[in-house]
């Protein structure tokens, strides 16, 4: 071709060169967006038919300037930066974010900017819902994938099983009988909690603890008349309390506790257990226990981790009941694992979700379709989704966004390069015009 080819080599070097710079101008313009993989440009030369020696090995091959062999992104780790938003999540390590559009496609991303929707559901800033296993109704992970919704999500009351206590009762106490018309003066000492019914309502309670004998104590528990349904005699006089269970507890000579007596319920109906009024199932005898600790003769153990007789005065030194209210969210907190843990109203925690991630054998060959998205293509491979903090998969961090890992330096030094190749083709260019006016002025 000549020298005229110098021109179509030029060109191709204004054209590769300002691809180039286009890229370097996304990469800086994009630098504050979350979550952003900066791109680079890769060149790749180009040769035309062989000059001279007929195909032997003195041939010459003419080159034909450069061309842009792809566009490659960087999936290189962008700083962490803390947000106030609990729902601002980062990943830190391998792994992509996967939402759905309502049509159900998918599409993964870095950026962690997340809200909820107007029915809970957890969305990006386009409306896309986050993926994540979910759980089932104990808060028990599945394998099961899906939106993570939040507002939503409900804890259904559960009745009281069990009841804890430890604690002293004073050795010097005067034994007395319990009277359910007078239960304060006929008793040494007591304590108060709730029991929850089916419904998930809370019936408060009192355990009064009177001396019958020497290391022999009686409980017997008080409730409000109009709660619970008994016999007629365990009902105080006034009509406001019911007796509805009493117990016994028997302590060695140490002091220790020795043996726990059967509870007697007074409920009117049968089987025996706990009767409410308003409409609340029964809480049968068999599925409630009270545990003062383990007992030498009823239970085998030592005696010495629940209640005691000593001297001194009468405590209770810790106290707790399994039961609770129904509650609704009042809060979230996401774990590493990105397990999201509710907190509820009723002072309970749940599971309600795990974060998944998504990789792919070559993640590099995913297409960026804008809005920090990506989508499958052939060259990325199929999806592969894990637990975060498993498997090779990265940590979440809450309250975290990652920052765009482009570095502005890099970017700009890039730049003066890329300006100074453009400036040099331009300049070929210009000195093959002026070479060839040398030809044509030869004829003259």
Same mark, same amino acid.
């Given at each position: 071709?000549?020298?005229?080819?110098?021109?179509? %080599?030029?060109?191709?070097?204004?054209?590769? @060169?300002?691809?180039?710079?286009?890229?370097?101008?996304?990469?800086?313009?994009?630098?504050?967006?979350?979550?952003?993989?900066?791109?680079?440009? %890769?060149?790749?030369?180009?040769? #035309?038919?062989?000059?001279?020696?007929?195909?032997?090995?003195?041939?010459?091959?003419?080159?034909?300037?450069?061309?842009?062999?792809?566009?490659?992104?960087?999936?290189?780790?962008?700083?962490?930066?803390?947000?106030?938003?609990?729902?601002?999540?980062?990943?830190? #390590?391998?792994?992509?974010?996967?939402?759905?559009?309502?049509?159900?496609?998918?599409?993964?991303?870095?950026?962690?900017?997340?809200?909820?929707?107007?029915?809970? =559901?957890?969305?990006?800033?386009?409306?896309?819902?986050?993926?994540?296993?979910?759980?089932?109704?104990?808060?028990?992970?599945?394998?099961?994938?899906?939106?993570?919704?939040? @507002?939503?999500?409900?804890?259904?009351?559960?009745?009281?099983? @069990?009841?804890?206590?430890?604690?002293?009762?004073?050795?010097?106490?005067?034994?007395?009988?319990?009277? &359910?018309?007078?239960?304060?003066?006929?008793?040494?000492?007591?304590?108060?909690?709730?029991?929850?019914?089916?419904?998930?309502?809370?019936?408060?309670?009192?355990?009064?603890?009177?001396?019958?004998?020497?290391?022999?104590?009686?409980? =017997?528990?008080?409730?409000?008349?109009?709660?619970? %349904?008994?016999?007629?005699?365990?009902?105080?006089?006034?009509?406001?309390?019911?007796?509805?269970?009493?117990?016994?507890?028997?302590?060695?000579? #140490?002091?220790?506790?020795?043996?726990?007596?059967?509870?007697?319920?007074?409920?009117?109906?049968?089987?025996?257990?706990? %009767?409410?009024?308003?409409?609340?199932?029964? &809480?049968?005898?068999?599925?409630?226990?009270?545990?003062?600790?383990?007992?030498?003769?009823?239970?085998? #153990?030592?005696?010495?981790?629940?209640?005691?007789?000593?001297?001194?005065?009468?405590?209770?030194?810790?106290?707790?009941?399994?039961?609770?209210?129904?509650?609704?969210?009042?809060?979230?907190?996401?774990?590493?694992?990105?397990?999201?843990?509710?907190?509820?109203?009723?002072?309970? /925690?749940?599971?309600?979700?795990?974060?998944?991630?998504?990789?792919?054998?070559?993640?590099?060959?995913?297409?960026?379709?804008?809005?920090?998205?990506?989508?499958?293509?052939?060259?990325? $491979?199929?999806?592969?989704?894990?637990?975060?903090?498993?498997?090779?998969? $990265?940590?979440?961090?809450? =309250?975290?966004?990652?920052?765009?890992?482009?570095?502005?330096?890099?970017?700009?030094?890039?730049?003066?390069?890329?300006?100074? $190749?453009?400036?040099?083709?331009?300049?070929?260019?210009?000195? /093959?015009?002026?070479?060839?006016?040398?030809?044509?002025?030869?004829?003259?």
């Amino acid at each position: 071709m000549g020298i005229t080819s110098a021109f179509f %080599t030029a060109t191709s070097g204004i054209n590769a @060169t300002s691809r180039a710079l286009s890229e370097i101008g996304n990469n800086i313009a994009n630098a504050q967006t979350t979550g952003y993989k900066t791109r680079s440009v %890769t060149f790749g030369d180009l040769f #035309g038919a062989s000059l001279g020696g007929g195909g032997t090995t003195n041939s010459l091959v003419e080159g034909r300037g450069v061309r842009v062999l792809g566009i490659d992104p960087s999936f290189s780790q962008g700083s962490l930066q803390t947000t106030s938003n609990a729902l601002d999540l980062a990943i830190d #390590g391998d792994g992509f974010f996967q939402v759905v559009d309502s049509n159900g496609d998918s599409f993964y991303t870095r950026a962690g900017q997340f809200g909820t929707d107007t029915l809970g =559901n957890i969305t990006s800033p386009a409306g896309l819902k986050l993926q994540g296993y979910q759980v089932d109704a104990n808060g028990v992970i599945t394998g099961s994938i899906g939106d993570l919704v939040l @507002t939503t999500t409900q804890q259904v009351g559960t009745v009281t099983s @069990t009841v804890d206590m430890s604690g002293n009762l004073s050795a010097g106490a005067a034994i007395s009988a319990f009277d &359910i018309d007078d239960p304060i003066n006929s008793s040494a000492f007591s304590t108060g909690f709730e029991l929850f019914d089916s419904l998930g309502f809370g019936h408060g309670v009192t355990m009064y603890f009177n001396k019958t004998t020497n290391n022999n104590w009686q409980y =017997n528990i008080v409730g409000n008349a109009s709660e619970f %349904t008994v016999v007629p005699a365990s009902t105080s006089a006034d009509g406001n309390s019911d007796l509805i269970a009493t117990g016994t507890l028997g302590f060695t000579n #140490g002091g220790l506790l020795d043996t726990e007596g059967a509870v007697t319920y007074y409920n009117s109906g049968t089987p025996t257990g706990l %009767t409410f009024t308003n409409g609340a199932a029964d &809480i049968l005898a068999a599925n409630l226990a009270f545990n003062f600790g383990t007992s030498v003769t009823t239970d085998g #153990g030592a005696g010495s981790d629940g209640m005691l007789q000593q001297g001194g005065g009468s405590v209770i030194l810790t106290q707790s009941q399994n039961g609770f209210a129904n509650g609704t969210l009042a809060g979230t907190s996401i774990g590493e694992d990105g397990i999201l843990l509710g907190r509820f109203s009723n002072g309970t /925690t749940r599971n309600i979700g795990q974060v998944l991630l998504t990789r792919f054998s070559n993640a590099e060959g995913l297409q960026p379709i804008g809005r920090n998205l990506f989508i499958q293509s052939a060259d990325s $491979g199929g999806p592969l989704n894990g637990a975060p903090s498993t498997g090779g998969f $990265g940590k979440i961090f809450a =309250n975290t966004l990652e920052a765009s890992n482009v570095d502005l330096g890099d970017e700009l030094v890039n730049m003066i390069t890329m300006q100074r $190749g453009f400036q040099a083709n331009a300049r070929i260019i210009t000195t /093959t015009d002026t070479l060839l006016g040398e030809l044509v002025n030869l004829s003259r």
